[in-house]
């Protein structure tokens, strides 16, 4: 899932509208995760949200997994 960084954050909005599984959403003026439930894409990293940041506030840390 995104992680926001409230310090660099300022609101725009930008990632709100790339987020197709609407796990970003605005919440009053604050943009926040929420849980995606519309489909998996952020379990699995889409990314969007974090590439069109003009502040770089969001992360999406994912974890790679090695099937063996």
Not at 38 to 62: H, K, Q, Y
Request: proline share 4%.
């Amino acid at each position: 899932m995104p992680q926001i960084d409230y310090e660099k954050c300022t609101g725009c909005g930008i990632c709100v509208g790339v987020c197709s599984c609407q796990a970003i959403v605005f919440e009053g003026t604050k943009v926040v995760v929420k849980k995606a439930h519309r489909c998996d894409t952020c379990t699995r990293w889409c990314g969007n949200c974090e590439l069109v940041c003009p502040n770089d506030a969001i992360s999406c840390p994912f974890e790679i997994v090695i099937n063996s």
